[in-house]
């Protein structure tokens, strides 16, 4: 009978044992779920959860993106993304990009080719609901990135977000460093000059009525130094009496759109930046300098000293440059490189 007893005892707390096990088990498998994927938001303000370790990346959007991901060292996770034969200095710089499927951008996109490439998650940009709806519909989860919509600071945790999704935390932290130091840095310049000599800028395309009114061209001209020409009440395309009204100092357009339309164009030549041939075309370096993207400060320092040569004298434009590409794209640029990407030098 006490053997019996003994037994039972035996069995019973074999039974706890194997429960509390089984308990522990959930425990580990539940913690090692959790350190296998992480939790952020997106631009479009979503929480979007992604593995720990994404070996392929679909990209459909244009707005920098590439940039970031081969920064945060993902260039040979691209398995599909839009042509780059516009960017050679990114082309020279990652070869391999040229071997990724293009299956369209935006809302124009190729669902059954993206699928063919089979990739882990895709990084879509904000304005293009209709495609990124059609990528999620067939099952490839989604990422939202800012491009042309970024302000400065969430651009920055954008940088944080993607850098952690690459597991390459440390390099996006320095790339954000970077960033408050370089426009920190220019700030104290830029805040020295008068009011009385700030310049209105009028950021546009390759023709006047096409000008930028969104956020990102007014935190890049007024991070500039420069007062930014648009009213922030106006929005969409502008009339030539109004930009005439407004009469900007300084005209920029966005680097492969020329100026020679505008200098060109009859009727605008009483304008003030014409008749001083103020107009100046932003340099392309492995992206346009004048859009979101990691090299974007190196842009507000062209432009700051494009505008105000006498009070940025100290800062050395090709020595910054080189000195980011050499950090962060982990490229030694050559002076021919350098000077490739300017159209109409003005420094």
């Not at 069995?11 to 044992?17: H, N, P, Y």
């Not at 009525?209 to 935190?219: C, D």
Request: glycine share 8%; net charge negative.
């Amino acid at each position: 009978m006490k053997r019996k007893i003994l037994v039972m005892m035996f069995l019973s707390l074999a039974v706890v044992l194997l429960a509390l096990s089984g308990c522990s088990s959930t425990k580990t498998d539940s913690a090692n779920t959790e350190e296998k994927s992480t939790t952020v938001t997106d631009a479009a303000g979503r929480e979007i959860t992604f593995p720990e370790n994404i070996s392929k990346i679909a990209i459909t959007c244009q707005g920098g993106t590439t940039h970031e991901v081969a920064i945060f060292g993902g260039a040979d996770k691209i398995v599909a993304e839009p042509s780059m034969e516009q960017f050679p200095q990114l082309l020279k710089m990652y070869p391999q990009l040229k071997n990724a499927t293009n299956a369209g951008s935006f809302d124009d996109i190729n669902v059954e080719q993206l699928m063919g490439t089979q990739p882990d998650i895709a990084l879509v940009g904000i304005t293009s609901a209709k495609g990124n709806a059609l990528i999620e519909g067939v099952g490839i989860p989604t990422y939202t990135m800012l491009i042309g919509s970024a302000g400065v600071d969430n651009l920055k945790q954008e940088f944080l977000n993607v850098g952690h999704m690459l597991n390459d935390d440390k390099k996006a932290e320095a790339l954000v460093k970077h960033w408050n130091d370089t426009l920190g840095d220019l700030d104290k310049i830029v805040s020295k000059i008068p009011e009385n000599e700030r310049k209105t800028v009028y950021y546009t395309g390759k023709v006047i009525t096409k000008a930028s009114s969104g956020q990102w061209g007014r935190s890049w001209i007024e991070g500039s130094g420069g007062i930014f020409a648009v009213p922030a009440d106006v929005t969409g395309d502008i009339s030539v009496e109004q930009v005439m009204e407004w009469n900007p100092d300084v005209i920029v357009t966005q680097g492969g759109n020329g100026t020679a339309d505008l200098l060109g164009d009859a009727r605008i030549q009483d304008m003030n930046a014409i008749k001083n041939k103020e107009v100046y075309e932003c340099p392309i370096g492995a992206f346009w300098w004048d859009r979101p993207s990691p090299e974007a400060t190196l842009g507000f320092l062209w432009l700051a000293k494009t505008l105000y040569p006498e009070y940025t004298k100290d800062i050395d434009l090709e020595k910054e440059t080189k000195d980011f590409f050499k950090e962060f794209y982990e490229y030694d640029l050559s002076d021919q490189e350098y000077n490739s990407f300017f159209f109409n030098k003005s420094i």
